[in-house]
């Protein structure tokens, strides 16, 4: 998985779905949207999840770097 990625996870019993938009060592920063006021009180959109708690739903295009230099 990297960024940019949309994944599924649970937080607190509920399924959510987002983006990742950080990586680190065993987890990613996750932003995700929900209506629920506590959650997101208490989140503000945006969790840590461990990266063996994620389900990958669609991979982010890859983007390749081209070389563009004229000789």
């Not at 399924?15 to 932003?31: E, L, R």
């Not at 959650?39 to 669609?58: E, G, P, S």
Request: aromatic residues 10%.
């Amino acid at each position: 998985m990297k960024i940019g990625d949309q994944v599924s996870f649970k937080l607190e019993g509920q399924d959510f779905t987002g983006f990742i938009d950080k990586a680190y060592q065993n987890s990613f920063m996750i932003t995700f949207k929900t209506d629920d006021a506590e959650i997101l009180d208490k989140y503000h959109d945006r969790v840590v999840i461990n990266k063996k708690k994620l389900k990958l739903i669609k991979a982010a295009p890859d983007t390749e770097e081209t070389d563009d230099k004229d000789d």
